[in-house]
């Protein structure tokens, strides 16, 4: 696990964090990363970029009064891929 303090990035700290996730953590290792929350945006827009490149969000907290602190886990997130199990019965009722 490796902590990351992104702070003095302000709201510029996103393509730091998929730079660091995809050179510097390895498969199914967990980073931390500090940032700034400003007005909250950053903190649904983090969250949307994480899911868009497959890793896996493990908590998000209010750090202080203006610090947030994620835990990203640098593997597919299990809880957003359809079981094989639903999408066949899915089909099955879509053919009916």
């Known amino acids: 696990m ?3 303090d992104l ?3 302000k709201d510029n700290f996103y393509d730091r964090v998929l730079e660091l996730m995809k050179n510097d953590i390895q498969e199914n290792e967990n ?3 500090l940032f700034e929350m400003g007005d ?3 903190i649904q827009k983090i969250s949307d970029l994480i899911k868009e490149n497959n890793y896996t969000l493990m908590n998000s907290l209010k750090f202080n009064e203006v610090d947030w602190t994620i835990v990203v886990k640098k593997a597919k997130d299990e ?3 359809p ?3 639903e999408t066949s ?3 099955v009722s879509e053919e009916a």
């Open 2 to 4: 490796k902590r990351y």
């Open 31 to 33: 980073a931390i990363f």
């Open 79 to 81: 809880t957003l891929v």
């Open 40 to 42: 909250f945006t950053p």
């Open 83 to 85: 079981k094989e199990e």
């Open 89 to 91: 019965t899915q089909a």
């Open 7 to 9: 702070r003095p990035l």
